[in-house]
């Protein structure tokens, strides 16, 4: 086995699919419109990037099957992108033949302008030949099957049942053009394969079925219990819990690559609630499998869901700059750490290199600062404070870690003036620029700078709140500039 324990090549693509391939090309022409077949659980891994080039300009239907096991939000995003892409969409379990029965419907509104085009020749009651493709083991005979309301195709829990094309007549009005399943001959990513894999598309005698299963075993853990129950509905059980747990003490977390790592971290960071994510990988052990000091104190859970509300917050202004939530709860996830572990933590995770000493830097320039903003915040409370000097401690600091000092103070005027500066503060700008200045009969160069920045101070200070107090103030810069310089304006 690899040393890299999580690294799959998984590629499948047998000469028959070639074959295939070249059949479902010279039937193209023969059929009015294509409807392809696709995993609900996995939409995008599941789609052959071929059949695009194959159908060409053909009338599309997208068949999402296997519904019953698919999160029914995401398959409802899923069917409102297809049909953005000016595709008709059907949502299906073919086992149990639930939606099929709109599938006429649906070819019907694919091909309206076709039909319309026949009934205005005189061609009405033509048949509709519509071809079925999908990846192997999808559905697409069982569909067929419910479809025509007999065991028309060949079909089996195994890839490769279809070898050959098929025509079955539905009724009169309907013919379909049953395929073999086809994959591509290279996937894009280990992350697809291994989806193809697990789904039942790849024959299972050329797959590593133990190390699919390590990592599928990971790829699951990020969801229980708390995702996966409200996604799927179901706990973790005994079963599931034991093979965890097993897979821990050989220390196979030790084997995967930070990179690996860093892919299902992001995973987490990104699902509704990743403080129960990080909660329940705590409590399995995971966390601290990866390193032993990122086990949860109660003061990092409770950390954990405020920045959770922070991000939630932050999303909800609808501005350009996005938070970055993997660097939001890594922050969370090392509170009190000192440097070096810290350090050792962000290699471990599989970070970007590229911004580590950045990131880290960013995070002793936080912690550095966090005792000056707490005598900028007593200034405050006696109204004496300028907010251009809290705009001159912040303004170094990155978003994500905005966002964290304001989820870890307690101080709920320090947290109102830094939400004021995350949302406007940090925004603002002299209400004049350099065209005003030119007027003012200044030339170009550093000195509008200079200017500027001045006028800006004053304007977040309130002593130059408009155009015209910032234009005064321009005019005394100015002056002031031309008499030490010994000339005058």
Request: charged fraction near 25%.
């Amino acid at each position: 086995m690899a040393q890299d324990f999580e690294k799959l090549n998984i590629q499948w693509f047998p000469g028959h699919m070639t074959k295939a391939q070249r059949m479902i090309e010279e039937h193209m022409k023969q059929v009015d419109a294509v409807c392809e077949i696709l995993d609900a659980r996995i939409p995008m891994a599941s789609r052959n990037p071929d059949i695009d080039r194959l159908a060409g300009d053909k009338p599309r239907i997208v068949v999402l099957n296997r519904t019953d096991l698919a999160d029914p939000k995401a398959t409802a995003r899923w069917h409102a992108a297809f049909q953005r892409q000016g595709m008709t969409v059907l949502e299906t379990d073919s086992r149990s033949g639930k939606g099929v029965n709109g599938f006429a419907g649906a070819v019907r509104t694919a091909l309206r302008d076709k039909i319309e085009a026949y009934a205005a020749k005189g061609q009405v009651g033509r048949p509709m030949r519509v071809m079925v493709l999908g990846i192997p083991n999808v559905g697409k005979s069982t569909f067929i099957n419910k479809v025509a309301r007999r065991k028309a195709a060949a079909a089996g829990d195994r890839p490769g049942v279809t070898r050959g094309k098929q025509w079955i007549t539905v009724d009169q009005g309907l013919e379909l053009l049953d395929t073999p399943g086809i994959l591509w001959p290279r996937f894009d990513s280990q992350e697809v394969g291994e989806l193809l894999a697990i789904t039942g598309a790849i024959k299972a005698e050329v797959l590593d079925r133990e190390t699919l299963a390590a990592n599928f075993m990971l790829r699951l853990a990020r969801f229980y219990p708390d995702a996966v129950e409200q996604r799927y509905k179901f706990r973790i059980g005994p079963g599931a819990e034991k093979l965890i747990k097993n897979a821990l003490s050989l220390k196979l977390m030790g084997r995967l690559s930070g990179a690996r790592l860093f892919n299902e971290y992001q995973h987490i960071c990104d699902e509704e609630d990743p403080p129960a994510c990080f909660s329940r990988l705590d409590e399995l052990g995971i966390l601290q499998a990866i390193a032993p000091q990122l086990g949860l104190t109660p003061n990092r859970r409770n950390l954990l869901h405020r920045l959770k509300e922070m991000l939630t917050w932050y999303r909800l202004l609808y501005f350009d700059e996005t938070a970055q939530a993997w660097l939001v709860y890594f922050l969370g996830l090392n509170l009190n750490m000192n440097y070096a572990d810290t350090a050792a933590h962000y290699m471990r995770l599989g970070l970007p290199q590229v911004k580590k000493a950045e990131i880290l830097g960013q995070r002793e320039q936080m912690r550095a600062v966090r005792g000056k903003l707490e005598a900028w915040q007593r200034q405050d409370d006696m109204g004496t404070a300028k907010v251009s000097a809290l705009c001159a401690l912040l303004r170094p600091i990155a978003l994500e870690c905005l966002l964290y000092i304001m989820a870890s103070t307690d101080n709920p005027g320090l947290q109102k003036n830094l939400s004021r500066y995350i949302t406007q503060w940090r925004r603002e700008k002299a209400d004049i620029g350099g065209t005003e200045l030119r007027r003012l009969g200044l030339a170009p160069g550093p000195l509008y700078g200079r200017i500027l920045k001045a006028v800006l101070v004053a304007k977040l200070d309130g002593e130059a709140p408009n155009v015209e107090s910032q234009l005064n103030l321009a005019r005394r810069l100015a002056r002031n500039a031309s008499e030490n310089n010994g000339k005058h304006v």
